[in-house]
Structure formats: structure tokens, C-alpha cells
């Protein structure tokens, strides 16, 4: 069955109409401006944020923010997607784009290499929860990643990006490359924790936020689990700029536009779609978590 979350941004689409979204190979602005071109404020978000999502629904995700922003800047929105967090860094650098929405892991690498990149606000998820964690049915023997070679998986379609990080690298106590009987993809998060209580999987790789979701709808399946292991909390989602390429205005607009949202209809449209409790200022320990997600997952070679 399609999930709800699904069928509210199919009935946004409809209801906003059509909008062309550039590829993420596609340029950005020039550096050079046009007067026209200097009341848009470029956004650039990586693709993997809508990475199970049909790239025709992907605007009625992105329609909301860019409208927001619009009221509380008086610039149009524009968004960009790109497949790689080191060319939106690098865009943002040039002067390409005035603001970046990195996943928080890859704002600690990117901050790592350009350290000029400044963060404005932080979307905070439902239930405040950022981690990921290993679900298993509650009679399992299964304690970390390591006692799960030969087992089944469940890695559902919508979990959150750190969530596929952790379980890529593996956790603490993972000796080697494990190999899996198989990994099985469910159409949601709540399909795959179902598998795990049927005992159709061994266990499910799922982020905290849609783990307390499942609680909370289904109580008494719920009881039937519990987690193996799990992540550090990794920082949350950030929106970004170059430090000193904005205005103070402009920035404070952003992030008076940006915290105060949720107490607007269109800003609660926005945070259901994106599954936000609503976006805060950037948290004292800010750095901290940066630094302690760089040693725990430290960025790609490539990066």
C-alpha cells in the first residue's frame, strides 16, 4: 500500500501544478548576475534527501520551502538537486548558490574542506531523534551487526540517509565484510519492522524518528521488537551559506523565516511533507557533534 506521506505530495502536486526541476548535472545561475537574477536566492538540496521518490513528485516537496522563503526574503526561490555534497559546497563557494541544505554527516565533511561554509539552521525531525538502529525481533540473539551475517535485512524505501550510512560502514563491533543472506527493500519503514515481527527478515536497518512512528501507531507489534545496536547521534540537517556572502538582513530574514515556520499553514504543509518538527538555530554543541561524526564515519576518499 502507498504510504500516506506519498500520497499528501501527489496531492500537492496536483494542487500546486507542474515545475521544472533542473538535473543535478544541469548549471546553476552564472557567477556573473543579471538584475534579474540577483532577487533569486539559489537553493541547492541533494538528491538523496527524495532518493525514493519519484523525480516527478520531488517539487511538491521542494514548492513549500521555496514559497516560504520567498515571503520572508522577498527573493524568488529557485532548487537546485545535486547527486554530490563537494559540488554543492563548491557552488556555494563560487557565488552559484546562496544556500545549501546538506544531510548533517556531509556538512561535517564538507565543513572539514571548506571551512568558509556557515550554518544558519538546523531541521530538527519529529521526536528530535537522529540515530539509526538495527531492529530485531525481541527473542533474537542478534547484539550488533556482526551477528547478523547470514540473516536477512529489511532496508526500507524513505529511511533516512545516516541510517544507510551506519549501516554501510558497519557498527563498533563489526569484524570484517559481513555478508547477508539478503537484503530486502519494503515500499516503507513500517512494512519492514512488520517483516521483522512476522519473522519474514532477521532484522531492519531504520532511523529512530520512524521506529518511535511505529510505536506509536502499532504499540503491541512494537513490543515484539527491540534494537540490537545503534548509531551516535548524528547532527541534524543543515541549511547553509558562505560565510559573509549574504546580508545580515538577508540572513536574519532567513532564519526568522525558517524558525518560525511551523506557526504558519504553509510552513506546517512544509514540515508534514518533510517530516519536520519544525527548523531552530544552530545548537552550542554544534561543533562537537561535527567533530565527533568525523572520527566515527570520516568523509570518502573521494571527498
Known amino acids: 500500500?502507498?504510504?500516506?506521506?506519498?500520497?499528501?505530495?501527489?496531492?500537492?502536486?496536483?494542487?500546486?501544478?507542474?515545475?521544472?526541476?533542473?538535473?543535478?548535472?544541469?548549471?546553476?545561475?552564472p557567477v556573473s548576475?543579471?538584475?534579474?537574477?540577483?532577487?533569486?536566492l539559489r537553493i541547492g538540496i541533494m538528491e538523496n534527501m527524495f532518493r525514493d521518490l519519484p523525480r516527478s513528485l520531488v517539487f511538491g516537496v521542494s514548492k513549500p520551502f521555496e514559497q516560504l522563503l520567498t515571503a520572508h526574503t522577498g527573493m524568488n526561490g529557485s532548487m537546485n538537486l545535486y547527486a554530490?555534497?563537494?559540488?554543492?559546497?563548491?557552488?556555494?563557494?563560487?557565488?552559484?548558490?546562496?544556500?545549501?541544505?546538506?544531510h548533517g554527516y556531509e556538512f561535517a565533511w564538507m565543513k572539514q574542506k571548506h571551512p568558509e561554509l556557515e550554518p544558519l539552521?538546523?531541521?530538527?525531525?519529529?521526536?528530535?531523534?537522529?540515530?539509526?538502529?538495527i531492529v530485531v525481533g525481541e527473542n533474537s540473539n542478534v547484539t550488533c551487526m556482526a551477528d547478523l551475517a547470514g540473516k536477512s535485512v529489511a532496508m526500507p524505501n524513505g529511511v533516512k540517509e545516516f541510517a544507510r550510512l551506519y549501516f554501510d560502514r558497519g557498527c563498533n563491533?563489526?569484524?570484517?565484510?559481513?555478508?547477508?543472506?539478503?537484503?530486502?527493500?519494503?515500499?516503507?519503514?513500517?512494512?519492514?519492522?512488520?517483516d521483522v515481527v512476522d519473522g519474514i527478515v532477521d532484522a531492519c536497518v531504520v532511523d529512530a524518528t520512524a521506529l518511535q512512528s511505529f510505536a506509536n501507531r502499532k504499540s503491541g507489534r512494537y513490543k515484539r521488537l527491540k534494537i540490537a545496536c545503534e548509531s551516535i547521534h548524528f547532527p541534524m540537517t543543515v541549511i547553509a551559506c558562505k560565510k559573509g556572502s549574504l546580508s545580515d538582513t538577508l540572513v536574519t530574514r532567513i532564519k526568522a523565516g525558517l524558525?518560525?515556520?511551523?506557526?504558519?499553514?504553509?510552513?506546517?504543509?512544509m514540515m508534514g511533507l518533510w517530516k519536520l518538527a519544525g527548523f531552530?538555530?544552530?545548537?552550542?554543541?554544534?561543533?562537537?557533534?561535527?567533530?565527533?561524526?568525523?572520527?566515527?564515519?570520516?568523509?570518502?576518499?573521494?571527498?
Open 33 to 40: 548576475r543579471s538584475k534579474e537574477a540577483a532577487n533569486q
Open 259 to 269: 524558525t518560525s515556520a511551523q506557526s504558519t499553514a504553509q510552513g506546517r504543509t
Open 84 to 102: 554530490e555534497a563537494d559540488e554543492m559546497a563548491r557552488k556555494i563557494r563560487a557565488g552559484e548558490l546562496e544556500l545549501g541544505v546538506f
Open 280 to 303: 531552530e538555530a544552530i545548537p552550542g554543541d554544534f561543533e562537537a557533534q561535527l567533530q565527533r561524526t568525523l572520527k566515527q564515519y570520516p568523509a570518502p576518499a573521494k571527498n
Open 121 to 133: 539552521v538546523v531541521a530538527v525531525p519529529m521526536y528530535r531523534k537522529s540515530y539509526a538502529c
Open 1 to 29: 500500500m502507498m504510504r500516506a506521506s506519498r500520497l499528501a505530495v501527489a496531492a500537492l502536486c496536483l494542487a500546486v501544478g507542474p515545475l521544472a526541476l533542473p538535473s543535478p548535472a544541469q548549471e546553476a545561475i
Open 173 to 194: 563491533c563489526e569484524t570484517g565484510k559481513i555478508k547477508f543472506d539478503k537484503v530486502t527493500n519494503p515500499l516503507s519503514t513500517e512494512d519492514a519492522l512488520d
